[in-house]
């Protein structure tokens, strides 16, 4: 057994690399973005990022000595969170960097929308001037149920009250959230959905949230709901959703993700005037480099005193 390796797959900046090299001195820092080196795989201990071929190898491994798994992303959807269950090792992940970034997108879209903005930029195209096709409503007052009321919900119902929206949560339990008018739990959402004029769905990818929003999720709510998905494509299924959308049960729909991406060219969604598509792009945030390495400094430094974490570490019975 040689030295125990940090094993960054994400490449981080040089001087960043180095403050891990100074702050675990006893380990072996590789940078496999900037430097192949042959190593003995069974010696990582820790992974910044997940290099899938690399990571199911050493949860197949008996002899490895991964501990513990820093993601690079809020959803842990694409682990085998049972394997790490297995092999004792922890998992964290990036939430709280992305909050901003997709607070902001999802406003965005809901104003290019409700402000005229989207068909203004297809005009536009065309050089059309014109109003005839225009439509607007009033944001503020919408009664918007936000899916979700971890680092992002929370941050959305903050930006979203600015505006003058009426925030409504759902989380696991129901349990009361700053932010929030109200909060209901997830049974209990299909009741009160039909109460609202916005469903915004943040949520990670579990077995409970897989094909939660179907047809009867979006009979449930009231007709002509604006429904925006920056979570996971597959809590929607999609076939449904488009059913909504040209039966008016929806009247317009905001998708940042989807269940295959990239999206297929020959989907539905593409051509459809109620729907705004963009590239799973929501959660793209400046400075991103700089806040993973807040969380996996703090996460490292506890790590390196007693092998636990402290900061976003994922249940990995509950995948979130």
Not at 61 to 80: M, N
Not at 142 to 157: C, D, E, P, S
Not at 164 to 182: A, K, P, R, W
Not at 219 to 233: E, H, S
Request: hydrophobic share 40%; glycine share 6%.
């Amino acid at each position: 057994m040689g030295q125990p390796i940090i094993y960054l797959y994400e490449q981080m900046k040089e001087e960043q690399v180095e403050s891990i090299r100074q702050s675990a001195s006893e380990y072996l820092v590789i940078d496999a973005k900037r430097e192949s080196p042959q190593v003995i795989e069974d010696d990582i201990e820790i992974m910044l990022g997940w290099d899938k071929k690399l990571g199911q190898r050493l949860l197949d491994s008996e002899t490895s000595r991964l501990k513990w798994v820093q993601s690079i992303s809020a959803g842990v959807d694409t682990y085998d969170l049972n394997r790490f269950a297995e092999k004792k090792v922890l998992l964290s992940n990036a939430s709280g960097i992305h909050s901003i970034s997709i607070s902001e997108h999802v406003l965005g879209v809901l104003l290019a929308e409700f402000r005229g903005i989207r068909t203004s930029i297809n005009n536009q195209s065309k050089k059309e001037w014109t109003r005839n096709n225009i439509s607007y409503r009033q944001l503020s007052a919408q009664k918007m149920l936000i899916v979700g009321t971890g680092h992002i919900g929370q941050r959305l119902a903050v930006f979203a009250q600015g505006l003058g929206i009426q925030t409504y949560g759902v989380n696991t339990s129901g349990h009361v959230t700053d932010g929030f008018i109200e909060c209901y739990s997830h049974k209990n959402m299909s009741r009160i959905v039909n109460e609202m004029d916005i469903v915004v769905n943040i949520l990670p990818l579990t077995d409970v949230t897989y094909q939660m929003y179907n047809e009867s999720m979006f009979l449930a709510m009231k007709p002509g709901t604006v429904f925006v998905n920056v979570g996971r494509g597959p809590s929607v299924n999609t076939k449904d959703l488009i059913h909504a959308l040209n039966t008016g049960q929806l009247s317009f729909a905001a998708l940042d993700v989807f269940e295959e991406e990239p999206l297929p060219t020959d989907s539905p969604l593409w051509s459809m005037d109620n729907v705004l598509l963009t590239p799973h792009i929501s959660g793209l945030t400046p400075e991103f480099k700089t806040k993973l390495m807040t969380i996996f400094m703090q996460n490292l430094r506890q790590f390196l005193k007693d092998k636990t974490i402290t900061k976003n570490e994922i249940a990995l019975n509950q995948g979130y």
